[in-house]
């Protein structure tokens, strides 16, 4: 197919919901990624281009290599992964139970290596393609009751950071964006809202990333750290 692809994981709610809005308004064929197909079914009937929605657990990788394979088989191919799928617990760390210790390692870092993983030789074979990887700024800096919560977000990083040098002589380009606090369901039961209320806009910082990540000549941005003013 001509029109271009883009695969959102997380793309139930907040910033992933977001982005598919964005992505539909410029064409792209937009696909659904998340773990309840009843909230991907809510963005989907406000996207205004052509979309497919998959229910995926990034946490199970032969669920993940399923989903990818069955995507590539009706679609063809895949411009654009967004690594967006996340989910966070803050505490002090010995608080911090051993299943919410595990979500956010397998969510926020295995979840965005094994949808890589899935993809790259696909992008690899027609020499094109970018992976959005969205990491947040506790992956930049440490952060009290954040420390398993910044732990993953440190290994994206890192597991970013490597992938830009071992992908640097193809045409695939790996893209990082830390961004702040927004106002999103993310937020739910663990910030009041007179807190959220002041945090950045989903729908901004959905902009910003498409602006940043768009194919120019002879120039790319690797990174983008957004930051709450307030």
């Keep these: 197919m001509n029109q271009k692809v883009v695969v959102i994981t997380g793309a139930g709610s907040g910033l992933g919901a977001s982005l598919a809005k964005k992505y539909s308004k410029q064409g792209y064929h937009v696909?659904?990624?998340g773990r309840t197909k009843e909230k991907l079914?809510?963005?989907?009937i406000q996207l205004i281009s052509s979309y497919s929605i998959y229910e995926l657990d990034v946490t199970k990788k032969n669920h993940v290599a399923t989903v990818?394979?069955?995507i590539l088989s009706e679609l063809s191919a895949i411009d654009i992964l967004i690594n967006?799928?996340?989910?966070?617990?803050?505490?002090?760390?010995?608080?911090?139970e051993e299943d919410l210790v595990h979500q956010m390692i397998d969510i926020n870092l295995k979840g965005t290596i094994f949808c890589t993983q899935e993809i790259l030789g696909h992008m690899k074979k027609k020499n094109n393609g970018t992976i959005i990887n969205v990491i947040s700024t506790a992956g930049l800096v440490g952060k009290a009751n954040e420390s398993v919560y910044c732990a993953s977000k440190y290994g994206v990083r890192g597991f970013t950071e490597s992938l830009v040098v071992e992908l640097k002589d193809t045409g695939?380009?790996?893209?990082a964006a830390y961004m702040g606090g927004m106002n999103t369901d993310?937020?739910?039961?663990?910030?009041?809202?007179?807190?959220?209320?002041?945090?950045?806009?989903?729908?901004?910082?959905?902009?910003i990333i498409f602006e940043n990540t768009k194919a120019r000549k002879?120039?790319?941005?690797?990174e983008i750290i957004i930051k709450n003013i307030r």
């Design 186 to 207: 993310f937020w739910n039961g663990i910030l009041p809202e007179e807190r959220t209320a002041k945090m950045m806009d989903p729908e901004d910082i959905a902009d």
């Design 218 to 222: 002879n120039l790319m941005i690797p």
């Design 84 to 96: 967006n799928a996340g989910t966070g617990a803050f505490d002090l760390v010995e608080n911090l």
């Design 68 to 70: 990818f394979q069955t």
């Design 41 to 44: 079914e809510k963005v989907a």
């Design 172 to 175: 695939v380009k790996l893209f």
């Design 31 to 33: 696909c659904l990624v």
